[in-house]
């Protein structure tokens, strides 16, 4: 079992880096971010020298029937990579604010995990090639069918899929640029893409665990195999089959023999071919998008570590200890200690059993967002933190605890019983959409 932060492949430090170097990399980074921003802003104060000053904010229409096609469509057609502020717009839906706006972060991750959200005609963009538990919710770019890419109109599909991949850069980028956590996991090699770093063969275990064993299992071999007896049990050559077609990992590698002294050069190249070659074009294009955003020179010291903790808060994990420290009570109703501390541990009884979904659910209810930023922003503004209120309203049998995003606020009927506080809350985390906004 392996983690994001150990194992093999792990950069030098990057251990270090998340238990004590992280601060001071993300307080570097958010500066750089900043200067970028304010050069930005003085650029289009210069070209707009002649005009009314401009300020650039990115709209987003969205129809929930068709998030994905809709979201790529805005991503791609942003006119200014660089905005001042964002604002998501649901057809149909009152809602709006921050809250919503980070709800469309999530709602879009969930989206690109779920086979059903593409449209017609479209395969998905990732896929989660992971075979143990823990690594079942990794993405990494799923690869292209090329016996579909023969006609002109599949030749279009495979383009449109390859912007699908430059608006998922975006994606990324503007969740850096506006500092919002999303709930998605990729892959280690996807996030050194990402960075612009050097892929080592060990970032295979954390795309295909079962290949990584056995390609250390004929490293291991090789120390006490003779040449003859290394060449028997592994009778392969310089060319691989993935998704269907022959690769070759070298210039005339069909007829290149695997040998022990070769063999350290047959792995990296098949780890390459696998994670990188055979997605190439959606892989840059990925990064193209990611770039577009967020500049190069910014990313420069940053490892994969680093950047899934920035964008992702290194996991899903939210420990019940962290919940406590961000919510607190409100008596609205002005109800007796008593009933107010009653109230609190049966709440805290309901919190406390929760699995982690049902806690990211309960986050994403009060606040659009199912994941914890990576630290405790001590000193940003006030309105970068996560704090939830509890409001406690008068005791109604039939009204659904309700939440406001925008406020981070839970608004929750006295109920009579434990069972019903509990019933109630569980019914309104499952209508996530509901009271948002």
Not at 3 to 15: A, C, N, Q, R, T
């Amino acid at each position: 079992m392996y983690y994001l932060g150990e194992g093999p492949g792990i950069e030098k430090d990057s251990v270090l880096n998340l238990k004590a170097c992280y601060a001071g990399k993300t307080a570097r980074f958010v500066r750089q971010i900043k200067e970028v921003k304010l050069l930005v802003q003085s650029q289009n104060r210069q070209e707009m020298r002649d005009l009314p000053p401009r300020i650039y904010n990115l709209h987003i229409y969205i129809n929930r029937n068709r998030l994905l096609s809709d979201s790529i469509k805005a991503l791609l057609e942003m006119t200014q990579l660089h905005p001042v502020n964002y604002s998501v717009k649901f057809e149909g839906e009152e809602g709006g604010g921050p809250g919503v706006n980070r709800g469309w972060f999530s709602v879009v991750c969930s989206a690109l995990r779920d086979k059903t959200k593409y449209p017609d005609k479209t395969l998905p963009l990732f896929h989660c090639p992971g075979r143990l538990p823990e690594q079942g919710e990794n993405m990494a770019p799923l690869s292209w069918d090329t016996s579909l890419s023969n006609s002109l109109s599949n030749a279009l599909l495979y383009k449109q899929r390859v912007d699908g991949f430059r608006a998922c850069g975006r994606f990324l980028g503007l969740a850096l640029w506006f500092k919002q956590t999303l709930p998605i996991k990729l892959c280690r090699h996807v996030w050194k893409q990402l960075l612009g770093r050097k892929l080592c063969w060990g970032d295979l275990a954390f795309y295909n665990s079962d290949l990584y064993e056995g390609l250390r299992a004929m490293l291991n071999d090789a120390k006490w195999m003779t040449d003859e007896e290394f060449v028997e049990v592994y009778p392969c050559t310089f060319e691989v089959e993935i998704n269907g077609k022959s690769r070759e990992l070298m210039v005339g590698g069909s007829q290149t023999a695997l040998t022990k002294q070769n063999m350290e050069q047959y792995i990296q190249g098949y780890s390459e071919q696998l994670m990188v070659h055979s997605v190439s074009e959606e892989m840059s294009a990925l990064k193209q998008g990611f770039t577009d955003i967020i500049p190069q020179h910014v990313l420069a010291g940053l490892t994969a570590e680093d950047l899934t903790l920035l964008l992702s808060g290194g996991s899903g994990h939210i420990p019940f200890e962290k919940l406590c420290g961000i919510i607190t009570f409100v008596n609205s109703i002005g109800c007796s200690q008593k009933r107010l501390d009653q109230f609190k541990r049966w709440f805290w009884k309901i919190v406390k059993d929760m699995t982690q979904a049902e806690r990211q659910q309960l986050l994403y209810f009060a606040t659009g967002s199912s994941t914890l930023p990576p630290q405790d922003h001590t000193t940003e503004r006030s309105r970068d933190r996560i704090s939830i209120t509890v409001d406690i309203q008068h005791d109604s049998r039939n009204a659904l605890p309700m939440a406001s995003t925008c406020g981070q606020r839970i608004s929750i009927p006295l109920y009579r019983s434990f069972s019903m506080l509990k019933a109630k809350l569980s019914l309104a985390l499952q209508c996530l959409s509901y009271g948002l906004g």
